[in-house]
């Protein structure tokens, strides 16, 4: 009997220091995430997007210039694993995810082949990637990387995965293949359609005649038969999702203001690009003061509510574009509400880029960014 008390003693004694270590654990991660948003300060919309990509992190120089435009990468926050967390807020510090210039033919990935980075801020653990960056660091780049599984062909393709960093690797993991004839080029986090509120996000990027899904072995057969990665939802529900060019959304949890600062609130996001967004090429498609649908969004969680426009929750917001003379304007528009938002001038790329849709984070506040002919369109309802 003794016995049997002691041992039992011990597992609480364990578990008790399991819960405060991972509660430190915790409170440490929520403060360095803190630390990197920054108190919000509200300034006018057509010139906040100045200082997005402004070079925080060395990737800045490994990429070519048009891989820097939004529509090829994402930032999120990563929801961490954790057996004795009962909240829903353990997660990383903001990791920006981007996507890389690689081969287009199978037969080069014989050997590891960067197709996207991670730029993880200071004092992050993500244990599922082995990301572990230390206090005193700026900014640290991994590379996201596959390589062909010896035996397979273009006809039956299979990889696999890495985390790495300087060239050593960190974590193998592996890679559910999507064959796309329409995926666009970019590189996302993705959220498991069947397990939104608790599960944690996979990497999806673009692979030689198709789409790679990166995750863990054990979340592997979530992703195998496509289906979940071709929705985008805002709830467990198959009534909430709409199908999409696997690669061209984005989903995440948005920001709230709460004492002065942006904090992750509990409204998961989602953003589809309209069916004819691929259709307008040239910036003269916005002219003739009719309203061009570029982007749909769905809110869940509660109303998301901004200065200028509250997104109601499971209501689908239309998102439209024109330009009168020079001046270009946003519409969003649901059950009867409208916001007419100004928009910055695009730049011309001089190339199309993805026919895609973001949610721009920054310290100042999601925005949304959408491509529009040869340039990029930022519609911030603040």
Same mark, same amino acid.
């Given at each position: 009997m003794r016995r049997t008390m002691r041992l039992a003693g011990v597992g609480t004694a364990l578990l008790l220091c399991a819960t405060i270590v991972v509660f430190?654990?915790?409170?440490?991660?929520? /403060?360095?995430?803190?630390?990197?948003?920054? =108190?919000?300060? %509200?300034? @006018?919309p057509l010139t906040r997007f100045d200082t997005v990509f402004s070079g925080e992190d060395s990737a800045a120089t490994r990429i070519g210039a048009q891989f820097r435009d939004p529509a090829y990468h994402d930032e999120q926050q990563l929801r961490r694993k954790c057996a004795f967390c009962f909240s829903d807020e353990y997660h990383t510090g903001v990791i920006k995810l981007r996507a890389e210039p690689a081969p287009t033919d199978y037969s080069q990935f014989s050997n590891w082949t960067t197709v996207a980075t991670l730029s993880v801020p200071p004092e992050t653990k993500f244990s599922d990637w082995k990301i572990d960056t230390p206090a005193s660091a700026s900014f640290v780049v991994y590379d996201v990387q596959l390589k062909t599984v010896a035996g397979s062909n273009p006809a039956s393709p299979k990889y696999e995965a890495r985390i790495a960093l300087g060239g050593s690797e960190k974590q193998t993991? $592996?890679?559910?293949?999507?064959?796309?004839?329409?995926?666009?080029?970019?590189?996302?986090?993705?959220?498991?359609?069947?397990?939104?509120? %608790? @599960?944690?996000?996979?990497?999806?990027?673009?692979?030689?005649?198709?789409?790679?899904?990166?995750?863990?072995? =054990?979340?592997?057969?979530?992703?195998? $038969?496509?289906?979940?990665?071709?929705?985008?939802?805002?709830?467990?529900?198959?009534?909430?999702?709409?199908?999409? /060019?696997? #690669?061209?959304? $984005?989903?995440?949890?948005?920001?709230?203001?709460?004492? #002065?600062?942006?904090?992750?609130?509990?409204?998961?996001?989602?953003?589809?690009?309209?069916?004819?967004?691929?259709?307008?090429?040239?910036?003269?498609?916005? $002219?003739?003061g009719a309203w061009k649908p570029v982007a749909t969004a769905r809110v869940t969680g509660g109303d998301y509510e901004k200065p200028a426009f509250t997104f109601p929750e499971n209501t689908q917001v239309s998102i439209s574009l024109r330009r009168v003379g020079s001046v270009w304007e946003a519409r969003l528009f649901a059950n009867g509400q409208e916001a007419i938002i100004p928009v910055p001038t695009p730049? @011309?790329? #001089?190339?199309?880029?993805?026919?895609?849709? %973001?949610?721009?984070?920054?310290?100042?506040?999601?925005?949304?960014w959408v491509r529009c002919g040869p340039g990029c369109c930022k519609v911030d309802p603040i």
């Open positions: 430190l654990d915790n409170r440490s991660q929520r /403060a360095a995430a803190g630390r990197s948003i920054a =108190a919000a300060t %509200r300034i @006018d993991l $592996d890679v559910a293949y999507l064959p796309e004839n329409n995926t666009v080029k970019t590189a996302h986090f993705l959220w498991n359609v069947r397990n939104i509120s %608790r @599960d944690r996000q996979a990497i999806s990027v673009s692979c030689p005649s198709g789409r790679c899904i990166i995750v863990e072995a =054990a979340r592997l057969s979530d992703w195998m $038969d496509g289906a979940t990665a071709k929705k985008a939802c805002t709830s467990n529900s198959n009534a909430d999702c709409v199908s999409i /060019a696997v #690669g061209s959304h $984005d989903e995440q949890r948005l920001a709230e203001m709460a004492g #002065g600062q942006l904090k992750r609130s509990k409204v998961h996001g989602v953003l589809v690009p309209s069916t004819l967004l691929d259709s307008y090429t040239k910036f003269d498609d916005f $002219d003739g730049h @011309d790329h #001089g190339m199309l880029p993805p026919a895609s849709v %973001r949610w721009k984070w920054n310290a100042l506040d999601e925005g949304i």
